[in-house]
C-alpha cells in the first residue's frame, strides 16, 4: 500500500436521517486510516433532526444545510465542491455499506492503479421488505450501461464509490437526482478514465427504515444512460 501524501474527504449526503447519521459518523471517525481526512456532511433539507445530531460532532465534522430537499445528486455535488482532499470518498448515511472498508476503495487510487473505484454488492445482506425485483431492475441498468459503453461494470449504481477530486472536478457533473449515477459513470468511461470494481458488503435498509431509492428512479438512471452517451462531454486536460 502507498502511504505517501494523500488527503481524504469523506461527503456523506443525508435527508430525513436522524436515526441512522450519528452512528455513521461515529465509525467513520473511528476509521484508522494511513491518510488524515475530514468528514462533510450535506444536509439536504431534512425535515427532521438530522442537522441536530450531525451538530454534535463540529467541529470534527463539516455540516452543510441545503435550505430545501434538492435531491441526492445535489446535495453530493454541495459536498465535493467543499472538499478539500485529493481523493473524495462517498460514504452513505445509513450504513447499507460499511465504513470499514472503505480502505479497499481508497487503495487503489493512493497506489495510482485507478482514477474512480466503484465497491460491487458481492455480499449482500437484504431487509425484510425487499423485493428481487429490485435486483433485476439493477441488472438491467447495468446490462445498458454495457451495451451503450462497451464494457462490463458489475454494479455502478452502487453507493460505494471514490474519485481523484481533479477527476471528479474535470467530469463536471451536473445532476441533481439518481441519474448522477448514469452521468457520472458515463463521463468517466468516455474520458477515458480508469475505473475499477472491488468487492463490497451490502446490508439493505428496509423502506420502512427510510430507504430512498425506488424502482420509479431506474427510469431517469437508463435515460440519461442514453443520453450521456451522445451528449457533449467536456475535454479530457
Request: hydrophobic letters at 40%.
Amino acid at each position: 500500500m502507498n502511504t505517501s501524501s494523500h488527503k481524504l474527504s469523506f461527503v456523506i449526503a443525508a435527508y430525513n436521517e436522524a436515526p441512522r447519521v450519528g452512528k455513521t459518523i461515529e465509525r467513520v471517525l473511528a476509521l484508522q486510516l494511513p491518510w488524515p481526512y475530514e468528514i462533510i456532511v450535506v444536509d439536504d433539507g431534512s425535515k427532521d433532526e438530522t442537522a441536530n445530531v450531525i451538530r454534535r460532532y463540529e467541529p470534527r465534522v463539516h455540516l452543510i444545510q441545503h435550505d430545501r430537499n434538492y435531491g441526492f445528486g445535489k446535495a453530493f455535488r454541495t459536498g465535493c465542491a467543499h472538499a478539500t482532499g485529493d481523493i473524495i470518498v462517498r460514504q452513505d448515511s445509513d450504513l447499507e455499506y460499511p465504513p470499514e472498508e472503505t480502505i479497499n476503495l481508497i487503495e487503489p487510487i493512493a497506489d495510482g492503479r485507478a482514477d474512480v473505484v466503484y465497491g460491487f454488492r458481492a455480499e449482500r445482506h437484504h431487509a425484510k421488505d425487499w423485493k428481487r425485483r429490485y435486483q433485476l431492475g439493477g441488472n438491467i441498468i447495468n446490462a445498458t450501461a454495457k451495451m451503450l459503453y462497451g464494457f462490463a461494470i458489475k454494479d455502478f449504481i452502487t453507493a460505494a464509490k471514490a474519485f481523484r477530486r481533479e477527476v471528479w472536478e474535470a467530469m463536471q457533473i451536473g445532476s441533481d437526482g439518481f441519474e448522477i449515477e448514469s452521468e457520472t459513470t458515463a463521463k468517466a468511461k468516455r474520458m477515458g478514465y480508469r475505473i475499477l470494481c472491488i468487492p463490497y458488503s451490502y446490508f439493505a435498509r428496509s423502506f420502512a427504515e427510510g430507504k430512498k431509492i425506488r424502482a420509479k428512479h431506474a427510469i431517469p438512471i437508463i435515460r440519461d444512460l442514453f443520453y450521456w452517451r451522445v451528449a457533449p462531454i467536456p475535454h479530457r486536460t
